[in-house]
């Protein structure tokens, strides 16, 4: 029974990458001899480059290295040193500047980066093997420290190690700012890593990612053309206005600020282009800081310019603050006060309710202050930040009234008096449950707040806040997979599943990115164009050539942030069937008719009919591999090598939305490394086909490997009542009386 369920889950992945790798040679330009540290240096300088990124001022925001590695313009760096939505120029050695033109490919888990730019017959540095360095080989670092041109440093390579989770070289070399994303060589002049980051524990020691992780992104690049590199993550100037400088950028629902802005004390705006809420008015945002000496919150009554209120918290404490201008001297701080609500290195919700004579602030529907103060009205709504704060908002409204989960005080009795049963052993989980789920959101609130003051009951409550919100994910995905087939929300779905392990996960947000995209083609002639391989084509180059999507590079196919949607969206990174998903959804957006996902051993693809000659003939496409199109016959041979699987007649039919989810969690349970990260995901198989004795009697084997045995016992007697064909139910019986 196990070896045939351990066989359905290994064929329901949608990986691809099944067959081994060549290991990489050397580059044949490589040279075959040692050289001198001083031959290396003037052999190399020519391929070393300096990397700028421009701020929105046309002032340079940060600095690193890069080295050439083709004729053609191609140079490799740090993601960190390129950042997001920055123009980018590049120094070469003999001085001339030049603007990026494409970012070639990106790996945020690698932190690599390959960018390009128009010049060309440039000299590259040879690629060596980072899989043939040896502890104690002698290398040599070149870079641009702090600014500085060239610089070389010699050294050794003193360990191999796992660096959250990525391969690194150790090296025995200072490396300083600026030194990131300069070349590692070994003496024969073959680039070996990529310097990435200095070590925390003395000045005397480095790191850089291996140089076979960088030939991953040159085989399967992902090229976005650099005008669309300057819109990743940046603000919706339909919605927002950013004032006074700093770094403001938007990923799918998150808004994050970084940087001083140019005001006074660092002061910055971003204020909300939608019709000024008329009096009275609330206004809200949940809001994190990174560190909590910063200063991050709402800002409300404000003319465009310095003068505006602002509710923010800073230092631990939670401030009014009335500016009346762009200095200190015209500012009053209304109110600074500790609040027991405020939850300090966590998500926190501010809301401000302003009337004629007075405004009354709460963090996280506390009452945190209440001021008669009526020196400003009228004005805009937004955010504001002070300092070198770094934070991250969400959920920001602003009207008449704003939803908020506050707790009504008779239902706050009712529940801690619920929580105080079910602590005391008192009350059925189940009764609880149900409870909780009819205010998930407000119980979440309420347990958390509990916990804090019962730090030796904090654990379960912590794990049933946990279930109240993975059954509620639960119920809401079963009730979207039970509608029709052709009015179920597939990308909604998907971001449940993500949200099953994402508390915090905002759905609407990627919903409304993904709806951005499609509204970017709607008007495309070749999506109007009525030819549906026309359509598929363009929306093809849109994703994987305009927008950087690709399939996940090296081993790392199992990391479940490719399974997440939202991480897919974010990183543009995935496997098959989050990829077909993604394409899916933008063409049921699109209109496009007769497109539909196809469930093929270990390689998830999209397909589509069109007529031709009187018949509608079928053509593939790979998504993990950049959206290539194939025949059928053609996609029938890649699987038969890569899996030796035959695909079947069923396997070739639409594969339904339920399927597809279903397939993801198959994916998920494989990916999880441990019994008890796999559990959450055999609960939703569960939720989505209660029915299945195959899942069930695994659910029953991992909740005893995790010592959950009341669990397994409830999983082995209902396969013991249902009674289902191919079990052995006499060892079944034995397993539950034995528990």
Known sequence: MRPLLFTALWLALGSGLVLAKPKPKADSAAGSHAHSVEELTVAARPSLVTVTQIGRGGSQEALGTGFIISSDGLIATNLHVIGNARRIKVQLSDGSMHDVTEIHATDPTLDLAIIRIGKKDLTALPLGDSDSVKQGQPVVALGNPQGLEFSVVEGVISALREVEGSNMIQIAIPIEEGNSGGPLLNLKGEVQGVITLKSAVTNNLGFAHAVNDLRLLLEKPNPIPMQRWLTIGRLDDRLWEPLQGA???????????????????????????????????????????????????????????????????????????????????????????????????????????????????????????????SGLRGGRVGLCKFRQTKAYFKHFQAGEKVSHSQISDQLALQLNAELTDYLAHKGPKDKTMEKLLAEPAASRSLLEQRAKTLEEQAATLRKLGREVHRRNTAEELVKVLQRPADQTELMRAALLVARHDNAELDTDAYLRAVERMANELKKDPEITSGSTSKAAARLAHYLFKENGFHGSRSDAIDDLSNSYLNQVLDDREGIPITLSIVFLELCRQLGLKDVYGVSLPGRFMVAYREQFGGEKVETYIDVFDGGKFLQPSEAERFIIQTTGQVVSEAQREPATPRAMILRLLYNLTSFSKKPELSLPYLDLILALEPDSPGERLNRAFTRMKTGDSPGAKEDLKKLLETAPAGLDLQRIDALYQSL
């Open 247 to 373: 770094s403001w950028t938007q990923h799918a629902g998150v808004i994050q600020v970084d940087g001083s802005g140019e005001g006074f004390g660092g002061r910055s705006l971003c204020l909300s282009k939608e019709n000024p809420p008329a009096m009275p008015f609330e206004a809200s945002v949940t809001v994190k800081l990174d560190e909590e000496s910063g200063a991050a919150g709402l800002s409300f009554c404000a003319d465009g310019k310095d003068v505006h209120y602002g509710f923010y918290p800073s230092a631990g404490k939670l401030r009014l603050t009335r500016f009346n201008g762009p200095d200190v001297f015209s500012w009053s701080i209304l109110s600074d006060a500790p609040s027991s609500a405020y939850r300090s290195g966590d998500w926190n919700t501010l809301r401000v309710r302003v009337d004629e004579n007075k405004i009354q602030c709460f963090v996280n529907d506390t009452l945190v202050t209440e001021q008669q103060d």
